[in-house]
Nanobody, 121 residues
Framework: QVQLVESGGGLVQPGGSLRLSCAAS????????MAWYRQVPGKQRELVAAIPSGGSTNYADSVKGRFTISRDNAKNTVYLQMNSLKPEDTAVYYC???????????????WGQGTQVTVSS
C-alpha cells in the first residue's frame, strides 16, 4: 500500500512564502515523476510543477520564477518552495507520484490527500 503524505500548507499574506512537502511510503521500487497540482472549487485540477527522476523540471506559466520544485530520492520526498505568493495561488495543493513496484513493471499514479494554501491579507 502506498501513501503520499503532504505537509506545509497554511495561511500566508501576499508576498509571503510557504514550503510544501510530500513523502511517499510503501513498497516502492522507483518513482518516475513527482509533481504538484492544485485545484480551486469549480475548476479543474491543474499542474503546478513536475520533476522527473532525471531531467528538467516543468512549471505552469503562472508560477515560473516564483515556485521551485525539488526532490530527495533517498527519502521519496518532493518539495515545493513557493515565494512571492499571490491571492490567486489560493487552492488545495495535491502531490502526485508516478511509481513502480518492481523492475520492468507498469507504473501507477498516486495522489496525496491535499493541503490547503490560502494567500490573504
Amino acid at each position: 500500500q502506498v501513501q503520499l503524505v503532504e505537509s506545509g500548507g497554511g495561511l500566508v499574506q501576499p508576498g509571503g512564502s510557504l514550503r510544501l512537502s510530500c513523502a511517499a511510503s510503501g513498497s516502492i521500487f522507483s518513482i518516475n515523476v513527482m509533481a504538484w497540482y492544485r485545484q480551486v472549487p469549480g475548476k479543474q485540477r491543474e499542474l503546478v510543477a513536475a520533476i522527473p527522476s532525471g531531467g528538467s523540471t516543468n512549471y505552469a506559466d503562472s508560477v515560473k520564477g516564483r515556485f521551485t520544485i525539488s526532490r530527495d530520492n533517498a527519502k521519496n520526498t518532493v518539495y515545493l518552495q513557493m515565494n512571492s505568493l499571490k491571492p490567486e495561488d489560493t487552492a488545495v495543493y495535491y502531490c502526485n507520484a508516478d511509481l513502480t513496484f518492481g523492475e520492468h513493471t507498469p507504473s501507477f499514479r498516486y495522489w496525496g490527500q491535499g493541503t490547503q494554501v490560502t494567500v490573504s491579507s
